[in-house]
Structure formats: C-alpha cells, structure tokens
C-alpha cells in the first residue's frame, strides 16, 4: 500500500531532551515535507527536500533539523525542544514539487 | 509571503444541502491549489488539485473551481451527507512551497 508513515505518532518529552521523529514513504518521492499544525494557525511548512542532500527552509525552520541521505526517509530533528514546539507534526511527500502531495497520519508532540 | 483565508471558519448544515466552502489568496503567482480533508486527530486526505491553468476540477460529488487572477477558489459538495463532516483546507503552492488556510470545519447534521 502506498503510504507515508510518521514514527511515534505520539511523544512526551521534557525541555532539552533531543528526539528525531522519523518520516517515510514507498513511492518513490522525490519532494518531501515537514509541517507543523497549531490552532488557528493552521499547517506551517518547516522544512522541504527536494531530493536527496538538498533541503531548503520552509516557514518556521527555527529550531528544527532535518537530513535527506535516502529517497524514502526525512527524519524530523529537535535538538533542544521546547515548550513552545508542542504541536501536531504531518510529514508530506510528493512525485515532483507541484504534484499532489500525500501526507503522514500525524505525530503530536508534547514538549514540558 | 502567500496568505491563504478560509470563510466561513465553521458551518452546519442539514443533510442533502449543498455545501460552499471559500478559500483566497494574495499572490496570484501560483502553481496550483489543492483541497484537503482532515478528519479530527487524522491526517489530511488530498480531494482534489487544480493546477493554474485549469478552471475547475471535479471528483464526484466534490467540484472545485480556480479564479486565479481574483486569487479565489471555491469548493462545492453536492448533496452533503453526516460522512462530509470534516475540516476542509485549501493549499496553495508557490515555488517550493505550500501555504495553508485555517480551515472551514463542516458539520451535516441528520
């Protein structure tokens, strides 16, 4: 089944605590994303790859890492979280930058 | 910097009415829009993607039309039904970039 999986999809952790939160799909993307959703502001885009080692800044890039090695894997990075990153994470990929994007089920990260 | 507006944020219907869902934006430049369905603690499910030189796009009961030089597009869904309730969002992509709006969250009632 053609999919984008997010692992954990949910995640407690404390002020400093380094964790990465893994993101994958099985078709062959080239373009993938990272977004952020927070109430009444809706999805921000973090950071996005346009293919293996090229990653670009998106919105709200501060504070968040993110590595592209392999075509299917780009693992979202949060070197010293803190309170204000608690939010809902999807991860997104597409065929090419402008085609259908297909997204993640989601990851809900509490930082305290 | 895109900003993409959703009007109205929330509304209620009974079953069998049409819905008509907004989205605007402010920088026409686009590449294409796309409408999506969020489920509450779910992912977004793609409904459908209008590239910028097409005026509308159409999926079943789902029927999206593109004004893109009035930066506007608008989502119809004919004949709701209690499966329609959900929070619609519209993307729009610029370069590399996608920008969302906050989302018109439907309910049809029974």
């Known amino acids: 089944e053609a999919q984008v999986t997010q692992n954990p999809r949910y995640l407690i952790t404390v002020t400093g605590k380094k964790l990465t939160v893994t993101c994958s799909q099985n078709?062959?993307?080239?373009?993938m994303s990272w977004y952020r959703q927070d109430p009444g502001l809706g999805l921000r885009q973090i950071y996005y790859s346009m293919n293996v080692e090229v990653t670009d800044k998106g919105d709200v890039p501060e504070g968040y890492k993110v590595s592209r090695k392999e075509k299917r894997n780009f693992p979202l990075i949060l070197e010293s979280p803190s309170p204000n990153q608690t939010s809902l994470y999807f991860c997104?990929?597409?065929?090419?930058?402008?085609?259908?994007?297909?997204f993640g089920p989601g990851t809900r990260l509490t930082v305290t | 910097k895109q900003e993409v507006t959703q009007i109205p944020a929330a509304l209620s219907v009974p079953e069998g009415e049409n819905l008509v869902l907004n989205c605007s934006f402010t920088?026409?430049?686009?590449?294409?829009l796309q409408w999506f369905r969020q489920d509450p603690g779910k992912g977004l499910t793609s409904l459908l993607l209008?590239?910028?030189?097409?005026r509308e796009q159409t999926s079943g009961r789902l029927n999206a039309s593109l004004d893109k030089s009035s930066g506007r597009s608008t989502l119809y869904i004919a004949a709701s039904q209690p499966g329609d309730s959900a929070t619609y969002l519209c993307a729009v992509r610029n370069d590399y970039k996608l920008s969302f709006g906050a989302g018109t969250t439907v309910t049809v009632r029974a």
């Open positions: 078709m062959n993307h080239e373009y």
């Open positions: 920088d026409s430049a686009i590449y294409n």
């Open positions: 997104a990929s597409s065929l090419r930058p402008y085609t259908e994007q297909y």
């Open positions: 209008i590239q910028s030189s097409q």
